[in-house]
């Protein structure tokens, strides 16, 4: 090897950072760092094999793809070596000194200081290739990408303290070896055959690629022999009783480059028209780059146990995207391309496939699982309300599977099912109630919830962002119409009995002038004003039509700069209410006035929308208090 310009380099700052984090973090669970790099090695041997199908010359005469585990004990070495694809200059800098990971301000912000949370996130954010250094104090990478002449090697070196060094040599063998320099305090340990042959088993027996050690004579002396350490077979291709859960669990981890345990998982061989396997996990806790659009790492699909590609969009809808795992097709062309990928009826059957047995799963757990599914709800929940949009086919059971706050509970936690909503409504009711606000507490306390509490009629409290668009994708369930208690007329159907309308109507005739005057002093403010139906100790409120968006989303939508043309709000009122009452006794105008634009604003304001005078407002409210306090 002729080396040549060798360059130092510093780290980005995050690396820096994720780096002593990680060491401080994960040292309780070091051995993790030989997993690390034999799923990155694994994943290279799949890269080279999918670029082959359409470029035999790269495998350069050698197709036996493997990853190679050795020691050195005087040198105080251990060396993980893969003939797959290899890295360039560009790609060397691209991947290793960087961490071009969405997420990484976020995942910072989040590290809170106490070890074992943070080991956690730290899992979650992924460490691959940096695991090293929680045993190493100096680390060489050397690679030749395949296809490219021998003089395209590249060497990085560093000992993970602010920087790295790389330089261009000659390199013959095609992939990625990584010499690892041990602390002095991990040798003893870990430069040990049977200790490693152990950790490969623990977490490396289902990569489907042999995982090789040197053989040893009966002293230990090694040879030139190698043989295969792991079972190296393709786990979703062996049947599901022959599978632990460990083993399970173990390629859980490997897929998902995620340190945690799944949450569940479904492993399906589908024979007939169409033959594919699928190992589908949910994992237990959220990526960091859940709500990210981009993101990536969903399924990978493999072609008769040849990887292809790691898959977002064409084997699982965006609101699954959480769902990890393999499918293996057996109907595909090995040389299948993004774009075959994307009209292919094989796929398209495989989605639908992939999509019932996931909801299955998911409806299983509920049933069988509840505090797991609780689980599962808290971290993809919102995802899972995508769903209806999107999902037309299975609108109804994704529908079954959400989970909402009520005011059965009135806590925020989302635990109640509409199956549970519609299993508790009195007779007569048949719609299921439900109110949007921007927060919970804004939704709790919304006055537009009185008089369904007064007649014990349970109100789903909705509260994420996705809400109003889920609403807007979701007419019925379970033959129940959906109906926003803030918007359009309050049906209350058969759960009002002939007398509380005809009051309702005796209300609405006496409150007829007032109703009149204030329409007047508000002028084109609002749409309309009519007396309430729904409120009993609030004395006005905001209705929208039943096709307009809540005011809050309304107002999120103007910050992010949409022109908004909502129409003009209700406003509703209380005559039996105080200071209603007390309003209709006004004779000067002004005042009048005056207090009818305050009745709209307050209730403008408990519905999560923004004033158009707010100085105005505090101004009236101002001289009302004066008023009082004289
Ligand atoms: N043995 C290797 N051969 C070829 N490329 C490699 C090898 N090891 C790492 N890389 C490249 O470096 C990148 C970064 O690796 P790293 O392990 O840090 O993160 P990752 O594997 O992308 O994600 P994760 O954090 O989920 O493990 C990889 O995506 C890959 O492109």
């Known amino acids: 090897m002729n080396s040549s310009t060798k ?57 036996c793809l493997v990853v190679d585990v050795e020691f050195d004990r005087e040198a105080g070495t251990l060396t993980v070596r893969d003939n797959g694809i290899g890295m360039s ?70 000992d993970g303290s602010g920087s790295y060094t790389l330089e261009t040599l000659e390199v013959a063998p095609r992939g990625t070896e990584i010499v690892l320099h041990l602390r002095e305090d991990e040798r003893e340990d870990l430069l040990n055959d049977w200790r490693l042959r152990s950790i490969v088993t623990k977490y490396s ?135 075959i990928l994307q009209d292919s009826r094989v796929i398209e059957q495989i989605r639908a496939g992939s999509v019932k047995k996931l909801l299955g799963m998911l409806e299983d757990m509920a049933e069988k699982r509840p505090e797991d599914y609780q689980k599962f709800w808290n971290e993809f929940g919102r995802v899972l309300k995508e769903g209806p949009a999107e999902d037309f086919a299975n609108r109804e059971t994704i529908a079954g599977l959400l989970r909402f706050a009520s005011t059965h509970t009135d806590t925020e936690t989302q635990t109640v099912s509409l199956h549970d909503y519609i299993a508790r409504m009195p007779e007569g009711q048949d719609k299921i109630y439900y109110i949007t606000a921007d927060s919970f507490m804004a939704a709790k306390n919304s006055p537009h919830l009185e008089l369904l509490r007064k007649k014990g009629i349970e109100v789903l409290l909705m509260y994420d962002r996705v809400d109003e668009w889920l609403m807007g994708n979701l007419n019925e369930f379970d033959g129940k119409q959906f109906q926003s208690v803030a918007k359009g007329d309050l049906d209350l159907g058969a759960v009002e009995s002939e007398e509380e309308r005809k009051a309702q109507e005796a209300v609405e005739n006496e409150a007829k002038a007032l109703v009149e005057r204030i329409k007047e002093a508000l002028g084109d403010k609002v749409e309309s004003v009519r007396v309430s139906h ?80 707010p100085a105005g407002f505090v101004a009236r409210l101002n001289q009302l208090m004066l008023a009082l306090a004289s």
């Not at 060491?23 to 034999?38: A, C, T, V």
């Not at 169409?274 to 994992?283: A, D, I, K, N, R």
């Not at 968006?549 to 709000?569: D, F, I, N, T, V």
């Not at 200071?579 to 000067?588: I, K, N």
Request: aromatic residues 8%.
């Open 89 to 158: 200059r560009e790609e060397v800098i691209g991947n290793i000194g960087t961490i071009a990971k969405s997420g990484t301000r976020e995942f910072f912000e989040r590290l809170t200081g106490d070890q074992a949370k943070d080991a956690r996130l730290i899992g979650q954010f992924g460490v691959g290739f940096y695991s090293a250094f929680i045993v190493a104090e100096h680390v060489v990478l050397t690679t030749r990408r395949a296809g490219m002449g021998a003089e395209h090697g590249v060497r990085w070196e560093s």
């Open 205 to 339: 027996d289902h990569v489907p690629l042999p995982i090789r050690m040197r053989k040893r004579d009966d002293d230990g002396k090694p040879g030139e022999e190698w043989e295969t350490v792991n079972k190296a077979s393709a786990l979703w291709q062996r049947s599901k009783s022959e599978i632990s859960e460990d083993e399970y669990k173990a390629f859980y981890k490997h897929v998902a480059h995620d340190f945690g345990e799944p949450l569940a998982w479904t492993h399906n061989r589908v024979e007939g028209r169409l033959e594919y396997t699928s190992l589908l996990y949910v994992p237990a806790k959220a990526p960091f780059d859940l709500w990210d659009r981009d993101h990536t790492h969903g399924l990978k699909l493999y072609v008769q146990r040849v990887f292809i590609m790691d898959d977002a969009e064409h084997l699982m809808p965006r609101y699954l995207r959480f769902v990890r795992g393999v499918v293996d097709s057996a109907d595909l062309p090995l040389n299948v391309s993004r774009e």
């Open 7 to 63: 360059e130092t380099l510093t780290f980005e700052t995050e690396v820096n950072q994720l780096l002593k984090l990680m060491i401080h973090s994960l040292y309780s669970n070091k051995e993790i760092f030989l997993r690390e790099l034999i799923s990155n090695a694994s994943d290279a041997c799949d890269k080279l094999r999918f670029e082959a199908l359409t470029d035999d010359a790269l495998y350069e005469g050698d197709d």
């Open 534 to 613: 729904r409120l009993t100790s609030s004395p006005a409120c905001i209705v929208l039509g039943e096709h307009d968006m809540a005011l809050y989303m309304q107002q999120l939508l103007k910050q992010a700069g949409h022109e908004m043309q909502g129409s003009k709000p209700v406003l509703e009122i209380n005559p039996g209410h105080p200071m209603v009452a007390r309003l209709d006794t006004e004779s000067d105008e002004t005042r009048f006035k005056e207090w009818s634009m305050l009745l709209l604003d307050q209730a403008v304001l408990a519905e999560g929308g923004q004033l158009e005078d």
